[in-house]
Each structure stands twice: as C-alpha cells, then as structure tokens.
C-alpha cells in the first residue's frame, strides 16, 4: 500500500485549505485512514480519522467543528478540509492507513504512512 499525501501550502488564518491523500496498492473494504501532524518541536497528534466501510469519523477537540474529513470510495481518496484554521494549526500533516477497520487515535495501530504535506497558516 502506498499513500501520497498533496494540498498543503501557506493559507491565511480563516481561510481554508484542502488536503488529499490517495491510497494504492491492495486493499481490502475493511480498513481505516486518518490524519496526523506534526509541528516544530512538538509531537505527532491525531487530527481525524475515518472508518472506511462505515464512514464513521473521530476528531481531535481541537479540531472539531473547524476541520472535516472525508473520502471517495471510488478514488480511494481521503480528504481532509480545514476551514477557518488557525496558526497553531501550522504543522506537517501526515496521512495513514490502518488494516483494523476502525479509526482511532493511536500512531501505533497504522502500518503505512504518507510522505507527509506541509501546511502553513499565517496570522
């Protein structure tokens, strides 16, 4: 499985900003995916995730309501719009995918990960 995450770049505090990540390779319907960053000097943390046959999705508080994460099943792509974001927000945001089926907020349980997209917001 290979995931390539795009759509970063610099955005204005309240703007908004739409990140994409495309999976390929063998899959099967029951996994999930989600989105971590990571910013300078700070730890990787869970941003969102999605269960892939169900839908369902989980967010980070400090996330909810502002970002929202999505897919296409026929693209197998994940999205990730972020809506009104805030310069703490500014981090390297990696995608992933998980073969348990259901989404959650533990690095540990995604075997494979995207390259990473870097996304920027100024004051």
């Known amino acids: 499985v290979q995931l390539q995450a795009s759509g970063g770049g610099l955005v204005q505090d309240g703007g908004s900003l739409r990140l994409s990540c495309a999976a390929s390779g063998r899959t099967s319907s029951s996994y999930a995916m989600a989105w971590f960053r990571q910013a300078p000097g700070k730890e990787r943390e869970f941003v969102a995730g999605?269960?892939?046959?169900?839908?369902?999705?989980y967010y980070a508080d400090s996330v909810k309501g502002r970002f929202i994460i999505s897919r296409d099943n026929a693209k197998n792509t994940m999205y990730l719009q972020m809506n009104s974001p805030k310069p703490e927000d500014t981090a390297l945001y990696y995608c992933a995918l998980s073969l348990t089926g259901r989404a959650t907020d533990e690095a540990s349980r995604y075997r494979y990960w995207g390259q990473g997209t870097l996304v920027t917001v100024s004051s």
């Open positions: 999605i269960s892939w046959r169900s839908g369902n999705t």
